[in-house]
C-alpha cells in the first residue's frame, strides 16, 4: 500500500462510511476500489462471453428471442 492524498467531498464519504459500515475513510476507498475493479472484470468476462456466442440453454428454458 501507498499513502495517498486525495480531495474528497466530506458528505459523499460519511455516506459512503456509513453504506459500507467502514471503520475509516481509507477502508471505504479501498473497498470501493476493490468493487468496481471486480464489475469491470466482470464485464470484460461477459463481453468475452458474448463474442464466443453466449450460453448455449441445454435444457430449452430461455424464451426465444424474436
Do not use: C, Q, W, Y
Request: net charge positive; charged share 40%; proline share 2%.
Amino acid at each position: 500500500m501507498t499513502r495517498t492524498n486525495l480531495l474528497l467531498e466530506t458528505e459523499k464519504v460519511r455516506r459512503l462510511r456509513k453504506t459500507l459500515h467502514s471503520r475509516s475513510n481509507s477502508e471505504a476507498v479501498r473497498l470501493v476500489i476493490d468493487e468496481r475493479l471486480a464489475a469491470e472484470s466482470g464485464v470484460k468476462a461477459l463481453r468475452k462471453l458474448r463474442k464466443l456466442g453466449g450460453l448455449e440453454d441445454v435444457f430449452n428454458r430461455a424464451p426465444k428471442r424474436a
